[in-house]
T-cell receptor
């Protein structure tokens, strides 16, 4: 089955630094990647949608200059949290939609990254 | 704008009980609905996917139903076990290739 490998699974960083989160599709081509975040005791909220080779589309209220998304290849998408602050501490998870040959792989979720900014 | 709600927010039951989790959504124009399980600090495990044309799906002790016209879905868990303790998320897919809108989840505790 389709697998999305998300790294790191957890990270602690100092305020003001940048953190990069990677999502790799291991056995299919991820044409679309969705990035969600989940604050404590809240549900997952869509942050942005990226299609391979195109600029990401951000949801209202999500700063595109703070959350940089790169989807330059069909197997890798990255989310970089720039100048992280404690309020960015959250659980970030990606979801890939794609194909392998003629097979539609639907949606596959990564395992998530817990970011803590101190 | 699609909104998804889940009732109850939390549920604690003794082992062996059958239980029902409820999900409601405001816009019936959905592509499909999916139930997920999330363990503390972990990612999502897909449980059941119901296409908009379907009424229910079953997997083992789990049964999910969908009434698109009324904007409701239920997840039925039979003979609950302590290992079922987790947060259960309901999510609706807005269209082919589009994102999910998630509910806030139901936190389930099954006591031995």
């Amino acid at each position: 089955g389709a697998v999305v490998s998300q790294h790191p699974s957890w990270v602690i960083c100092k305020s003001g630094t940048s953190v990069k989160i990677e999502c790799r599709s291991l056995d299919f081509q991820a044409t679309t990647m969705f990035w969600y975040r989940q604050f404590p005791k809240q549900s997952l909220m869509l942050m942005a949608t990226s299609n391979e080779g195109s600029k990401a589309t951000y949801e209202q209220g999500v700063e595109k200059d703070k959350f940089l998304i790169n989807h330059a290849s069909l197997t890798l998408s990255t989310l970089t949290v720039t100048s992280a602050h404690p309020e960015d501490s959250s659980f970030y998870i990606c979801s890939a939609r794609g194909f392998s040959g003629r097979e539609n792989y639907g949606y596959t979720f990564g395992s998530g990254t817990r970011l803590t900014v101190v | 704008k699609q909104e998804v709600t889940q009732i109850p927010a939390a549920l604690s039951v003794p082992e062996g009980e059958n239980l029902v989790l409820n999900c409601s959504f405001t816009d019936s124009a959905i592509y499909n609905l999916q139930w997920f399980r999330q363990d503390p600090g972990k990612g999502l495990t897909s449980l059941l996917l119901i296409q908009s044309s379907q009424r229910e799906q079953t997997s083992g002790r789990l049964n999910a139903s969908l009434d698109k016209s009324s904007g409701r879905s239920t997840l039925y868990i039979a003979a609950s076990q302590p290992g079922d303790s987790a947060t259960y998320l309901c999510a609706v897919n807005l269209g082919y290739g589009q994102n999910f809108v998630f509910g806030p989840g139901t936190r389930l505790s099954v006591l031995p």
